[in-house]
Nanobody, 117 residues
């Protein structure tokens, strides 16, 4: 079993910044990829950003140029630096990990990000 603990969410004004962190623990064995998804009220969960063990990075179209994903392999932690935040970025942000042996998908409990106009 893999546990993902997110932190760093909160309330920020439009144009501001937040940094999310997600630490993985438990039966990790290996991490194939970690990422962030978000879900706003009444909308489907969508990819924000992901990073593979080979440092291949993918961003959702709506966050390109504003958000940056990074990882600290020694700490089994992934970060999401969010700049130039917009009210439409308001959502619950979920950490995701494809890890374990054999690999399986795990989800964090989510952290709320609210951007006021």
């Amino acid at each position: 079993q893999v546990q993902l603990v997110e932190s760093g969410g909160g309330l920020v004004q439009a144009g501001g910044s937040l940094r999310l962190s997600c630490a993985a623990s438990g039966s990790i064995f290996s991490i194939n990829a970690m990422g962030w998804y978000r879900q706003a009220p009444g909308k489907q969960r969508e990819l924000v950003a992901s990073i593979t063990s080979g440092n291949r990075i993918n961003y959702g179209d709506s966050v390109k140029g504003r958000f940056t994903i990074s990882r600290d392999n020694a700490k089994n932690t992934v970060y999401l630096q969010m700049n130039s935040l917009k009210p439409e970025d308001t959502a619950i942000y979920y950490c995701n990990c494809l890890c374990g042996l054999p690999p399986f998908v795990s989800w964090g409990q989510g952290t709320q990000v609210t951007v006021s106009s």
